[in-house]
């Protein structure tokens, strides 16, 4: 047991963060699992402790606890070709710590710029808080306490804020004592609003049961990890996994892979769901940091990270925007977020088995759209996509990206509608804008059957638009054939970069 976790005699409810033991056998340590894997140095040394890994979404950077300056304190690696870096102490959040106070649980937002823990410091709202620091430009800003819209006199801990950034998972001290003394805790969820988490509730049963901790929700939004000390576990806190759909959390599933007799509380995963990060007790009864393979039956549904900046097209420069994911057949909004407003920086996290359109917009600017059709994806990937928006000024002209026609055809499509709309609310937030669609096509045919398929495209587009309230004098309906191309038509991803709808301001 890990006494430094139970702050003095105010937080005795504070349990044991201890996780899978090690046994010494011939001078090295035996693991219960056998698919453990030390990280090695430079992040783990044999004289002192490292504990309560937290590591980032795309499995490139980790924080956890230490006590190798003689007290904890946050520390920060970063992974390249599988090589862990020198340990960093965070000292813009340790240097604020008093040597009595207690802080822990760190836990990434999954875009990688905020870092959220747990801490009595100076500023503590009640008796233990939840905190976060922000990361600007790639440096870690001052400490800030969540607020009392999540934090009351008592403890609140632990937290973990879900990919959209929307709900914020937490622990927060019970009414019950477990079965060894411990005070218990349940999970609680708050819903942002605005800048800030608000309205905390319990999380319904089958989760809570009396005496619950450290959530950890995945990169899918709905599978949550969590430990509880219940019937039918191999004693102590033992891991849980439920999974969300709709409103309901299905019935947790005991991690018996990982549970053991001793207390199984904090571990970490990355965006692609499969390993595990956890702190394991070697056999100097110091704590180091382990990583195995999460069994496929735990994984979170499978998901694509998609990555950016977006800039600003006439200085190149990075620039603040609101980025909103929605199902592209249903028109579902999937969610809606904020980039970092100063490096410009956007991560999303879509689940695969789906088509996607996300846009990207800003006020006072042009929108830049995307399609991201998921479902046939097979496996975890990466994709790099930066974004340019272009100020709304004469004669601006910028590509309706997600405007669909059928084959050989005028006809729109139903997935071009999510497109249009916001057309239609551009137009109709700048009601004076007068704007030419004109409609391009590659040179495959004649000039003259592609001169009038694009007339005829771009007067499919001005009727949505009038359809839904945009005037027809503000508007124009122009076809260029395969007049104006925008690229060589040399190759077949070329001639598709030519086949387009573009929006151009004739008068503001």
Same mark, same amino acid.
């Given at each position: 047991?890990?006494?430094?976790?139970?702050?003095?005699?105010?937080?005795?409810?504070?349990?044991?963060?201890?996780?899978?033991?090690?046994?010494?056998?011939?001078?090295?340590?035996?693991?219960?699992?056998?698919?453990?894997?030390?990280?090695?140095?430079?992040?783990?040394?044999?004289?002192?402790?490292?504990?309560?890994?937290?590591?980032?979404?795309?499995?490139?950077?980790?924080?956890?606890?230490?006590?190798?300056?003689?007290?904890?304190?946050?520390?920060?690696?970063?992974?390249?070709?599988?090589?862990?870096?020198?340990?960093?102490?965070?000292?813009?959040?340790?240097?604020?710590?008093?040597?009595?106070?207690?802080?822990?649980?760190?836990?990434?937002?999954?875009?990688?710029?905020?870092?959220?823990?747990?801490?009595?410091?100076?500023?503590?709202?009640?008796?233990?808080?939840?905190?976060?620091?922000?990361?600007?430009?790639?440096?870690?800003?001052?400490?800030?306490?969540?607020?009392?819209?999540?934090?009351?006199?008592?403890?609140?801990?632990?937290?973990?804020?879900?990919?959209?950034?929307?709900?914020?998972?937490?622990?927060?001290?019970?009414?019950?004592?477990?079965?060894?003394?411990?005070?218990?805790?349940?999970?609680?969820?708050?819903?942002?609003?605005?800048?800030?988490?608000?309205?905390?509730?319990?999380?319904?049963?089958?989760?809570?049961?009396?005496?619950?901790?450290?959530?950890?929700?995945?990169?899918?939004?709905?599978?949550?990890?969590?430990?509880?000390?219940?019937?039918?576990?191999?004693?102590?806190?033992?891991?849980?996994?439920?999974?969300?759909?709709?409103?309901?959390?299905?019935?947790?599933?005991?991690?018996?892979?990982?549970?053991?007799?001793?207390?199984?509380?904090?571990? &970490?995963?990355?965006?692609?769901?499969?390993?595990?990060?956890?702190?394991?007790?070697?056999?100097?009864?110091?704590?180091?940091?382990?990583?195995?393979?999460?069994?496929?039956?735990?994984?979170?549904?499978?998901?694509?990270?998609?990555?950016?900046?977006?800039?600003?097209?006439?200085?190149?420069?990075?620039?603040?925007?609101?980025?909103?994911?929605?199902?592209?057949?249903?028109?579902?909004?999937?969610?809606?977020?904020?980039?970092?407003?100063?490096?410009?920086?956007?991560?999303?996290?879509?689940?695969?088995?789906?088509?996607?359109?996300?846009?990207?917009?800003?006020?006072?600017?042009?929108?830049?759209?995307?399609?991201?059709?998921?479902?046939?994806?097979?496996?975890?990937?990466?994709?790099?996509?930066?974004?340019?928006?272009?100020?709304?000024?004469?004669?601006?002209?910028?590509?309706?990206?997600?405007?669909?026609?059928?084959?050989?055809?005028?006809?729109?499509?139903?997935?071009?509608?999510?497109?249009?709309?916001?057309?239609?609310?551009?137009?109709?937030?700048?009601?004076?804008?007068?704007?030419?669609? &004109?409609?391009?096509?590659?040179?495959?045919?004649?000039?003259?059957?592609?001169?009038?398929?694009?007339?005829?495209?771009?007067?499919?587009?001005?009727?949505?638009?009038?359809?839904?309230?945009?005037?027809?004098?503000?508007?124009?309906?122009?076809?260029?054939?395969?007049?104006?191309?925008?690229?060589?038509?040399?190759?077949?991803?070329?001639?598709?970069?030519?086949?387009?709808?573009?929006?151009?301001?004739?008068?503001?």
């Amino acid at each position: 047991m890990k006494n430094r976790l139970r702050h003095s005699i105010l937080y005795f409810f504070i349990h044991v963060i201890a996780v899978i033991s090690v046994f010494a056998q011939n001078d090295a340590p035996t693991l219960v699992n056998p698919s453990l894997r030390t990280l090695g140095k430079p992040i783990n040394t044999l004289e002192f402790s490292e504990f309560a890994p937290t590591i980032s979404a795309d499995g490139n950077t980790l924080i956890y606890e230490s006590d190798k300056s003689g007290r904890w304190r946050l520390y920060i690696s970063s992974q390249a070709n599988g090589v862990w870096s020198e340990p960093k102490d965070m000292d813009v959040i340790n240097n604020r710590v008093m040597p009595g106070d207690f802080i822990g649980g760190p836990c990434f937002s999954y875009d990688g710029n905020r870092l959220y823990f747990t801490s009595n410091m100076k500023g503590t709202v009640g008796g233990m808080d939840m905190w976060y620091s922000e990361k600007i430009n790639d440096v870690w800003q001052a400490p800030k306490n969540m607020g009392k819209t999540v934090n009351t006199a008592g403890y609140d801990g632990f937290p973990s804020v879900s990919p959209d950034g929307k709900s914020l998972y937490f622990m927060r001290a019970g009414t019950n004592n477990s079965p060894t003394g411990q005070r218990c805790c349940i999970l609680m969820v708050a819903e942002k609003r605005g800048n800030y988490f608000i309205n905390p509730k319990a999380l319904p049963s089958p989760v809570n049961s009396g005496c619950e901790g450290y959530p950890r929700i995945m990169a899918d939004g709905k599978t949550l990890i969590f430990s509880s000390y219940r019937s039918g576990g191999k004693g102590g806190y033992d891991l849980y996994q439920s999974k969300k759909t709709g409103a309901k959390w299905s019935t947790p599933v005991a991690m018996e892979f990982i549970n053991t007799p001793k207390d199984d509380e904090l571990i &970490s995963v990355p965006a692609s769901g499969d390993i595990i990060y956890l702190s394991n007790t070697n056999k100097n009864n110091k704590d180091d940091i382990y990583k195995l393979p999460l069994p496929k039956e735990f994984r979170p549904d499978e998901v694509v990270s998609v990555e950016g900046v977006v800039k600003n097209e006439e200085t190149n420069k990075p620039m603040p925007a609101i980025i909103r994911v929605s199902n592209i057949k249903t028109k579902e909004k999937i969610s809606e977020t904020e980039n970092d407003s100063l490096s410009g920086k956007y991560n999303l996290y879509l689940q695969k088995g789906k088509k996607y359109d996300v846009s990207v917009t800003s006020k006072g600017y042009s929108f830049q759209s995307e399609v991201y059709d998921l479902e046939k994806a097979t496996a975890y990937e990466t994709i790099k996509k930066d974004m340019v928006l272009e100020p709304l000024k004469l004669n601006a002209s910028f590509r309706l990206n997600n405007l669909f026609f059928d084959f050989d055809s005028a006809s729109l499509t139903k997935e071009s509608e999510l497109e249009l709309d916001r057309v239609i609310e551009m137009m109709k937030t700048n009601a004076t804008m007068q704007v030419e669609i &004109s409609a391009h096509t590659d040179d495959m045919g004649s000039d003259a059957y592609n001169q009038k398929l694009s007339q005829l495209r771009a007067e499919s587009v001005v009727k949505y638009l009038t359809q839904h309230g945009i005037l027809q004098t503000r508007l124009v309906a122009k076809g260029y054939g395969e007049s104006v191309p925008s690229v060589p038509n040399d190759t077949e991803e070329n001639r598709a970069k030519n086949r387009r709808v573009e929006f151009k301001i004739i008068k503001l």
